[in-house]
């Protein structure tokens, strides 16, 4: 029996872990640091700060840990891999150079630019006048993106011509380099990718809700949702992805020594002159893992060490239900969400994120608080049971939308 080590803090992370307590080899999952509402799923919680790489590594070899899974990115950008592979301690995830896909958007850009892997025209700056110049010349909308990691938040879509210096200039004071882009109309998915092995493998269809409001409206968050499989993606555009986009993307890894072990989350957007890619993520998606590892029917822990090992995983996924999650998040969420909000009794198919205890309750430290996901036979069941399921608590203190699955509810 083996033990496995999460580094993360989040409903994401307390997915994976319990994803990895269903494998008959895993004796005990542990999460650094991990949040108070994952213990009741069994997981033990270590309060070692994902950034302690020194304290992590101890840990890892004290225990021993057979296997640490990194979650979220930040650790990955400051080459939590590195750290931990150079003392022997087995980690799935990329290096730090290959979480500069994630960490640099400018270095992601020119990777699609120098492999052939379409996206949006783009420019990158740190001045303010050379940045209104090259924003001014494109057609409204533009899109403005800080450079650096910014939690999902650092976009904006600006869309009337009065306010771009404005949006230009904050954005610049947050992050210091910006890019502005063009802006693409259509439709966004999520493909996500574990690689390392001789050929990616391609984790079932999702798609997030990123915006605050019903309807896809509002500023950005974290994620407020999602849902899988996506009906309207169809085999014939994944195998289009599969051909214009993952393709030349590993070809490029390879090509560039970028290939690792771990996580490609690749933002797609379907529109009128192809698929183009959003974005490049290294780790998996935050609301998407909630409602795709639960597919898994397989050995969640045999495909991980597999990939490290650089063999291609088994990996078996279910095919007839559809998984929906929605986020429950703090008032005032994403700004200024509220602290320190009493949680009611929850049921068990929620995964925790901002949440601290206090005599055997538990309150909102964050924005996003917990994910609540359902499986039913049709998506329509599925976003039924969630509804029904939130609108039975007292949740009045807290924010959440009812139309995560839109786009395939008639």
């Known amino acids: 029996m083996v ?46 700060a994902e950034n302690d790489f020194e304290k992590v590594a101890f840990f890892a070899e004290q225990q021993p840990i057979d296997l640490v899974f990194v979650g979220p990115e930040a650790p990955l950008a400051s080459g939590i891999v590195d750290f931990l592979t150079a003392k022997g301690i087995r980690v799935f995830g990329p290096n730090q150079a290959a979480a500069r896909l994630e960490s640099d958007k400018q270095f992601a850009k020119e990777f699609m630019s120098r492999n052939q892997v379409p996206t949006a025209a783009f420019s990158s700056f740190k001045d303010f006048e050379q940045a209104l110049n090259y924003a001014q010349k494109l057609s409204l909308p533009v899109v403005i993106k800080e450079n650096g990691l910014a939690g999902g938040k650092g976009v904006r879509i600006v869309k009337e011509a009065d306010e771009l210096a404005l949006a230009l200039r904050e954005s610049l004071q947050k992050s210091g380099q910006i890019l502005v882009e063009e802006y693409l109309e259509g439709e966004e998915f999520s493909l996500m990718l574990f690689v390392g092995g001789p050929r990616p493998v391609i984790l079932p269809i999702s798609q997030d809700h990123k915006k605050i409001y019903a309807g896809e409206t509002g500023p950005n968050t974290g994620g407020m949702g999602a849902y899988s499989p996506v009906p309207h993606i169809t085999d014939d555009i994944i ?75 088994q990996m078996v996924w279910q095919t007839q239900d559809y998984y929906l999650g929605t986020v429950v998040a703090a008032p005032g969420y994403p700004d200024a969400p509220k602290q320190h909000i009493v949680l009611p009794l929850l049921p068990q198919n929620v995964f925790y994120a901002g949440v601290s205890a206090e005599e055997q309750r538990l309150y909102s430290s964050g924005g996003r608080i917990f994910t609540l996901i359902a499986r039913a036979p049709s998506l329509k069941e599925a976003q039924n049971s969630v509804n029904t399921a ?15 699955g839109f786009r395939d509810i008639d």
């Open 3 to 48: 033990n496995v080590l999460i580094i993360g803090s989040g409903a994401r992370e307390h997915a994976i872990a319990t994803t990895f307590l269903k494998s008959e080899q895993v004796e005990q999952v542990f999460c650094a640091p991990g949040n108070p509402g994952m213990q009741a799923s069994g997981i033990q919680t270590v309060a070692i």
């Open 239 to 313: 195998a289009r992805v599969e051909q214009t986009v993952v393709k030349p993307t590993i070809n490029g890894l390879l090509r560039e020594n970028l290939m690792y072990a771990g996580t490609l989350y690749i933002g797609c957007m379907l529109t009128s002159e192809g698929i183009k890619v959003i974005e490049f993520n290294v780790r998996l998606g935050d609301p998407e893992t909630q409602v795709l590892l639960p597919q898994l029917e397989s050995d969640f822990y045999t495909a991980i060490t597999d990939l490290i090992a650089g063999k291609n995983p």
């Open 390 to 404: 939130l609108k039975s608590m007292n949740l009045n203190d807290f924010y959440y939308r009812t139309d995560i």
